[in-house]
Structures are given as structure tokens and as C-alpha cells.
């Protein structure tokens, strides 16, 4: 069995209710279940949440709701893993057992179903523990700087400032969109940004983290122009 997970709980303090508010004309979570069902990669499209309002909308987009995730579970400090476990948990309880289990955050409207695919190919090809979608950082991370006690620029690793930009390692960072994962890999809380997982690398112009009220405007714009090409 394939379970799609996605978490979206009530309590959003940046943007609040950010799980159901409009991004171009739908719920923002709505993107996520309607890409999930587009993939065609799963039996069951689970939403793990503690709002009733969540549920509500979720369901009207093809999602199921089949229980409110507990308090402990749903507070600001629960991580993804022990959410997806929860769920997996709950599968089991009622004799069904999956096997893949991908977790989709509810604000990753940049997702499309071809990606989805691809790492779905890529976990039972590479037989890794997960898959999840990467982008490489627009400027090499060797060269940030930071601010010291004082207010003057210092920089990260100052051993690099002679190095140029193109002999630097390039780094990646998490697209914020989903996981495929084994389930055994939820369950066992195994970390997720290690060895045993395989990035899929995607261009950088689909990868922004809905945060703040600036992303979220900064993301319709770009919505909008991937939608007009």
C-alpha cells in the first residue's frame, strides 16, 4: 500500500491558518491533495490534522480525514517524522499496512506530479530508505556571511575567501515539498538528510519555503508565471 500523509495542523503563527488560506484562487492545501491525486502514485491520500476547518476543506478536495491527530502531536516543536509515524501507526491499528509512505507538506504548490513519480521510481530503484527533493544554493554557502556582536561582517569559513566561486563545492538545500520514505524508515525515526536517503535535484526557480507573509507573496507571483508559460 501507498499512503500520502500530508500534515497540516491548526495552529500556524507566521501566516496564520496558512493550511486553508487562498494561494491563486484555491485553499493553499488544495494544491497539495490535487497534485497527490494527479500523480496517481497512491491507494490513500491521508490529512493529519488537529482543526476541524483543515478536515473540512480537505475533504472537499479528494483528501480523507479518517482521525484528528492528538495535541502532543500538534503543538510547535513535533517534528515531521514522529507525525508520519502517527500515521502509519494508525494504518496498522486498522489493518492496513503500507509500505510507501510519502509525507507532502500542505504548502508546496511548486510540486507537480512528475516529481512525485520520479522518486517514487528512484526510492524502489536505488533501494533507499527515502527520496526527497532538493535545490542548490544560488550562492556558494562557503562565502556567507554573518553579522558579529558588533555589527561588522565576518565570514563562515574565511579560509575560502581566495577561492573562486566555481572551484566551491555546491551544496543543496531540502524544497520543503515531500518525502517518499520506507515505512519502516518513519517508524523507526530514522533521519531523513543522511546517507540513507537520494536527493532529486530540482531547478531552483520551483523551490521557495512559505514562511512569512514576503514568501507568500514572492510565491504567487512565481505561481502565476509558471502557470502563463
Not at 535545490?135 to 569559513?157: H, K, T, W
Not at 555546491?170 to 531523513?192: L, N, T
Request: net charge negative; hydrophobic share 40%; charged share 25%.
Amino acid at each position: 500500500m501507498r499512503l500520502a500523509v500530508i500534515p497540516a495542523r491548526g495552529g500556524s503563527k507566521r501566516i496564520p491558518r496558512k493550511n486553508v488560506r487562498t494561494f491563486c484562487g484555491k485553499p493553499m492545501i488544495a494544491w497539495s491533495i490535487e497534485t497527490a491525486r494527479m500523480s496517481g502514485c497512491f491507494d490513500r491520500i491521508v490529512v493529519s490534522t488537529d482543526d476541524r476547518e483543515i478536515a473540512e476543506v480537505a475533504r472537499s478536495f479528494g483528501a480523507e480525514v479518517p482521525f484528528l491527530r492528538p495535541d502532543e502531536l500538534a503543538d510547535d516543536h513535533t517534528g515531521t517524522i514522529p507525525v508520519i509515524a502517527h500515521a502509519i501507526e494508525w494504518h496498522r491499528e486498522h489493518d492496513l499496512m503500507p509500505d510507501q509512505v510519502c509525507c507532502i507538506y500542505a504548502t508546496a504548490p511548486f510540486m507537480t506530479a512528475s516529481d512525485l513519480i520520479v522518486a517514487l521510481e528512484t526510492l524502489v530503484r536505488e533501494n533507499s530508505e527515502y527520496v526527497f527533493p532538493v535545490a542548490s544554493y544560488e550562492f556558494p554557502i562557503q562565502r556567507a556571511i554573518r553579522l558579529n556582536v558588533d555589527g561588522r561582517a565576518e565570514m563562515f569559513c574565511p579560509g575560502q575567501f581566495a577561492t573562486r566561486s566555481q572551484d566551491l563545492e555546491e551544496a543543496f538545500h531540502d524544497a520543503g515539498q515531500f518525502y517518499w520514505g520506507r515505512a519502516s524508515a518513519w517508524m523507526d525515526g530514522k533521519p531523513i538528510f543522511s546517507a540513507i536517503a537520494t536527493p532529486l535535484i530540482l531547478p531552483r526557480h520551483r523551490v521557495l519555503d512559505i514562511d512569512t507573509p514576503d514568501d507568500w507573496s514572492r510565491a504567487e507571483f512565481m505561481f502565476e508565471a509558471l502557470r502563463r508559460q
